[in-house]
Structures are given as structure tokens and as C-alpha cells.
């Protein structure tokens, strides 16, 4: 079946599904529609990953800055605050659009016969999406989610986290069964999950990822169960996903527009064209690990941000660099240094975020630009293609990072990753001693393997890189370094552990969802603390006479202290979980209500429960 045939499906489906009122439309009004179900399912893999309005805010407002690979200047995750318009998003968006709809077909699926395969291809789509829930939230409902057409069952009782995981496995099971059970040529290639393998092969290693991955999610909480998982996808006859080739992923297109049914959503708000400017930057702890290791993926996950025509673009004019140098790092504190790229500090305050120097004459901080000539106004001094560029914040590159960007189901880096940990964890009784090797590899390889955009962006800059500052530079040649470097450092530490999290952290860039579930999931990497330590909440920013991105013979006459971070509501503890919605407290008091009082448990109210440990936290 074409892509397109499965896309003008898919839009008919959202339309009915979410655009239509049920008892106008259905003889039975508590039947979701009747429409074919393969449009159905193409909707329900697809629709997590294409809403502009919660990729905005579920992963670069909140769970990617809070994991600190990326930053955003919408403060309320990096700031460790709440804001249930934010932290609402996924939830309404899988509870709302997805599950209800998965649980309907299913049931319908059952009364006509014959179809057990596809029945066990919704419930992996039901895991997909439930795995993203719990991850943020931790007990979420659901033995009982999604059964309003099914059963009237509007407000549904939360399960504890453990017995979440528990059911997926239960389900992942059944359905390896059922599909275990059908004909290759049975199973419809009208499919948003793509893999360029069979589908039922594609399935069988998607499934065993999945319980890979709750097996090594189980690590601190239960690892003797998780174990017991683990085991039930790596040691299968089937397989697991161990090459990009045999990756699930979801591709976008540009049909239907920014707020369509088949962009990427958190592409299309890095774009700025769901609500304006995103703001979506790499965080200085990420961009300063990157540029220590010589990482060559800063040519293809790094840029400064183009936002004259109101779409954000990367810059893509070469011709406006001098002395191009990505690896270049910025100055610690109470230093500045002319670099190419800088990141966003940890915080909420603007000084404190993004100040470059303090300026005596004005007696006010310098702060870095958010794009491309922003300051172009002071003057011609910081143009861009004069000295601009040195000031200007670093962004997710939207050449790579945009409405066309796949999305991964679990990526065989992540699984790779996910083995080598599960090498280091004595109960799981595995020893891979190349996986993690295998995963800094396929971490190197995934965005061309994957069709991300930005390859030409990618190969301009390395050009310029050569041109400017070092012409013996070689990308493959340091592909290689890199994963040796990755390898040695693996050897020589004596917490392998963090290195294998670093390494997975950093693969995870842009993915802020998963990069908030390993961080919270591990406390790792090492160098993100789990509370701000008093001596980083405020920052020392050199202070000068004159201009220093001018003249570079300013000298430093002393420091300016100015405050970086003010605690949120959590005290400065690093938040482990996004808060239940406001509707939900309202309308379906009494479970919530049981479950927050379950994940509390001895901890009191003076502790905000966003900074509760979920089940499967680090304690």
C-alpha cells in the first residue's frame, strides 16, 4: 500500500475520530465509527507523534529541558515550575485521541473474528503510547483506560506503575502470540510503522524492544522481575531490533499543513509554526559534553536559528562565518570566550540562563542572542556575519529537527544501550560486552540510516569547518575516533554504568520524552545533580569596562553575581514526574486522589509531588 493511500486514510480517520459529534454520526452512540479499522490503526500509531500543540509542550517546554539535553526559554521545565496547559498536552492527547479509539476497534475486532493478529498490532500500539504516559506521569489508569465506548467507563481507577508494566508485559505477550500465529502475507502493509523488513518480523523484534526495555525500566524497583522481562525479548527465537534496517519509525510528510495529521509535531513547533517561537535550544551541559568529546553530531543536531521570515530555519548561509569552530567551548563561569556555540544554562532567569558579561557602563548584562542578527539594532557591532555569530544561542537545529523528521518507535541505538546497561546490572545475568560499542555506533549512524533531514546542512558545515579552521578534518575519521574515545572511557571507568546513560542521553538529543525517563529512570548521567547545589543556583558573570565581543584586548575588571535558578516549586529538586491534569483532579477526584496518596506515601505535603520518585526512579 502507498504512503499516500495510508495518509488520506489517516486524515479521514482524524477527522471522523475528533472532528465529529458520535451521536449524530452512529446508530449506537457509544461506538467510536465505522469507518474501515485500518484507517483507525494508521491514526492510533500515528497521532502521539503529530500534534504541534503538545510536541511544543510536552517535549520542549517541559520533559527536554528537564532531562537538560535541550533547553527552552518558555521557563516553566527548566525552572522546575508547573503549568497544567503544558503538562496537560500528552495526556489529553493520548487519552483523548488515541486509546479510546484502540480500545473501540479492538472490541470490534472480537465481535467480528478472524482477526487476532491485528488485535495484538493495536495493543503494541497501546503500549507505545501507555509507556510514554506512565514514564511521565507514573500511576496512570490502565485496566480500565480507553473503555468509554466499550463499557461506559468514564472515569477510570489508576493502577500503580508496577502493575502498569506488568499488564503491557502481559499484552506484549498476547500479542506475540496472536502475530506469531498469522501469515506473513496476512498482516496489511497499511502500516504507519515502517521498518525495512517483513511486517511480522518487523513486529516480533518490535515487541521483544519493548520488553527489553520494561525489563531494564524495572532496574531500580524490581530487578528481579525486571530481570524475568528482559529475558522474555532478548532470549526470544524471534529477535530484537539490532540494526537501523529493522527499526520501527513513523514518516512525516507535509500534507494537511503545520497543524495537520502527518507532520512531526515537535518538528513543526521547533519551526516556530504552531504557536511562534519555541525557544528550543541544546542545554549548556549537553553542548559542553558534545564539544569536550569532539562529537561529530554537532554538524548535524547544532545551529543558529534564521527567524527573519517568522518560520524559524536554521542559518544555512555559510558566507556569514569566520573562524567556524563547533568545537570550541564557552567560557566557565566568570569567563567569557568568543564561541561559535553556547548553550542555555540551567534556570530561570534570564541573566542568569543566557548572560554572556556584565556591562559597568550600563550596569546590565550582556545576554546572548536568540537569532540571527537580533541585536543587529546596537549599532552594525553585533551583525551576524561581524561578530553576532559569537553571541548567538545554539538551537536544535531545525534543518534537522522539522516537520519531516521520523520518529522512532525505540531505536536500535536505544536498544543496544539498553543491553549494554542491563550487562552491568549482575540480576539480569547478560554479558554483551560489545553492546554498548554497538549502540555508540548505531547512536553515529541513525540519522542517515533513518532519513533525517539536515544531510546537506550536515556536509556545508563540515566544508566550512575544513575551510576556515582545520582542513584535514575528516567526518567519518572522527565517527571512528569518537566511538574508540566512547569505548576507552566505557574501559576505563569505574562506573561503567554512567558512561553507557551519558552516551544513551546524548543519542536521545531532541527526544525529551525519553531523555526525562532515562534521567529519572537512572539519576544519571553523574554530572546532572538531582538538587541544584547552592553554588549553581546564582552565577558569577565577568564584568568589563568595554566591549569584549569587540575588542579583544578588553580586560576583565572583575564579576557580577546574578541568579541562575529560584528553586520552582520543588525546592531545587530536580522534577520527577509531570502533575496529574486539572480536569482530571476535578471530574475524577476519588482515583486520583488514591493514587497520588499511593506514590506520596510517607512523604508530606510540603514536598511537592512533582519531585516524588516515581516507581521506577532512582531512589
Known sequence: MKLRNILIGAALSATALTGCNFGDQNVDPWTSN?????????????KMFTSGHEGFRGNLIMAGPMAQNTACLYSTGIGFGTNDGYTEATWSNIYGNVLKNIEDAKGKLVKQGGHDYMIGQFNVVKVVNMLRLTELYGDIPYAQAGLGYENLTFYPKYDAQKDVLNMMVDDLLDSRAKIEGANDTDISNYDMYDADISRKAQYQ??????????????????????????????????????????????????????????????????????????????????????????????????????????VNKAVMNTALYHDFDPFAVAGDEGE????????????????????????????????????????AQVGDEYAFAQEGQFITLTGLNPATFN???????????????????????????????????????LALAKYDAVNFPGADFESS????????????????????????????????????????????????????????????????????????PTN??????????????????AAKVGTHQVVKHRGGVTDFVRPKRFPYPNRE???????????????????????????IPQWYSKK
Open 34 to 46: 465505522d469507518l474501515d479499522l485500518k484507517h483507525v490503526f494508521t491514526y492510533t500509531q500515528s
Open 205 to 310: 523484534k518490535l515487541i521483544n524492544s519493548l520488553l527489553i526495555k520494561i525489563g531494564v525500566m524495572m532496574s531500580e524497583a524490581d530487578p528481579s522481575r525486571g530481570a524475568e522481562i528482559f529475558k522474555m525479548g532478548y532470549n526470544n527465537t524471534h529477535g530484537y531490533i539490532t540494526d537501523w534496517s529493522e527499526t520501527s519509525y513513523v514518516r512525516h510528510v507535509e500534507a494537511g499543513g503545520p497543524w495537520g495529521q502527518h507532520v512531526n509535531g515537535s518538528g513543526i513547533a521547533v519551526e516556530g509554526q504552531v504557536g511562534g517561537m519555541s525557544y528550543a535550544y541544546i542545554s549548556e551541559v549537553a553542548l559542553k559534553f558534545m564539544q569536550n568529546h569532539h562529537d561529530p553530531r554537532l554538524f548535524r543536531v547544532a545551529s543558529h536559528f534564521d527567524y527573519s521570515g517568522g
Open 336 to 375: 567569557f570566550k568568543k564561541v561559535h556555540y553556547r548553550g542555555v544554562r540551567l534556570g530561570d532567569n534570564g541573566d542568569g540562563n543566557r548572560g554572556l558579561f556584565w556591562r559597568n557602563s550600563g550596569d546590565v548584562a550582556q545576554q546572548a542572542a536568540y537569532w540571527m542578527d537580533q541585536n
Open 403 to 441: 516537520r519531516l523528521t521520523p520518529s522512532i518507535i525505540i531505536g536500535a541505538d536505544e536498544v543496544a544501550f539498553l543491553i549494554a546497561e542491563a550487562s552491568l546490572i549482575p540480576a539480569y545475568g547478560v554479558n554483551d560486552a560489545q553492546a554498548f560499542r554497538r549502540g555508540v555506533e
Open 461 to 532: 558545515f563540515v566544508e566550512l569547518y575544513k575551510s576556515q579552521k582545520d582542513p584535514t578534518y575528516s567526518q567519518e575519521q572522527n565517527k571512528t575516533q569518537y566511538v574508540n574515545d566512547a569505548v576507552s572511557r566505557y574501559n576505563a571507568a569505574a562506573d561503567k554504568r554512567d558512561v553507557v546513560i551519558t552516551e544513551h542521553w546524548v543519542a536521545l538529543m531532541g527526544n525529551g520524552y525519553k531523555s526525562f525517563a532515562l534521567v529519572t529512570r537512572t539519576g544519571g548521567p553523574s554530572f546532572i545533580p538531582e538538587v541544584i
Open 536 to 553: 549553581e543556583r546564582n552565577y558569577n558573570l565577568p564584568s568589563y569596562d568595554i566591549d569584549p565581543v569587540i575588542d579583544n584586548d
Open 585 to 611: 483532579l476535578n471530574v475524577n477526584a476519588s482515583n486520583v486522589e488514591e493514587a497520588i496518596t499511593r506514590q506520596r506515601g510517607n512523604v508530606g505535603a510540603a514536598t511537592h509531588f512533582i519531585a
